[in-house]
């Protein structure tokens, strides 16, 4: 059929008009356009970027930062992938069906609300990091195509009072990730899978939200955030092999 791959669902290439009548919408907008903007913004000069993790084409850098006493480094990563396109790539990483499949920090994820085609709103538990407590999350994410050509994921904690915080077994923590992505292909060609790069910029930033042990959290850090990149991006390229390529 025409909908191998279910065409409809992938990311829309303008925004869905019931997100942009949601209350959530100007936060949702804002916070957005200033993470696709920063995200592909170098890591030189002064802000003092270091890299700690590098294979083959993907460069991990961050900057230690504690705020009261917890550690939130900010975390910045770029990477290039081949056959794959940023479209595709968004697809994955925003649609929770394929979650489980390369997410390996999940315990439990739960959809709070549907905004729209391209904005949820996410309840997420993770696996527990011995010694601290185990911890949770509320986010929204959206999904987006920006005029630059960029295609963009953001996610960002909120608040929803059906889901309280720091009442169970868990402490709530922060979050603001985006996985923004640009494809290129030589001038003159139409886009393969055999010409098309996907160039990735990843950015995160956790606040922990109450006590965790400072060198056991930069040592997961360092170990998780490479081997989610590597794994998600393998994921999508071995996802996309046999479909037609989605621009
Ligand atoms: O961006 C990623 N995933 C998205 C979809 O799930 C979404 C998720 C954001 C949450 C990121 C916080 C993850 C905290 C995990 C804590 C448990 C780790 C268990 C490790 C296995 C034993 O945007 C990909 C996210 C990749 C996350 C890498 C791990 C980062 C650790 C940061 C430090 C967490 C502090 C926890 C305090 C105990």
Partial sequence: SVHTRDQVELPPPAIDNRLTVHTLWSEIDRISSEQIQAAFEGVG?????????????MRMYRREMEVDGMVTDPLKAMHKVRGVTAREMCHYFFNPRYRYEWETTLETMTIVE???SDALVFHQTFKRI???SQRDALFWSHVR????????????????VDYPSNTGACIRLFVTVCL???TTYPAGEQPTRNNITTDIAYCSTVNPGGWAPAGVLRAVYKREYPKFLKRFTNYVVEQCRDKPIAI
């Fill in 45 to 57: 000069g002064e802000i003092g970027w270091q890299l700690f993790a590098e294979e083959g084409d």
């Fill in 180 to 182: 923004a992505c640009r």
């Fill in 145 to 160: 195509h920006s005029s630059t050509g960029t295609y963009a994921v953001t996610n960002h904690s909120t608040t929803n």
């Fill in 130 to 132: 011995w010694p601290a």
């Fill in 114 to 116: 549907e905004i729209s």
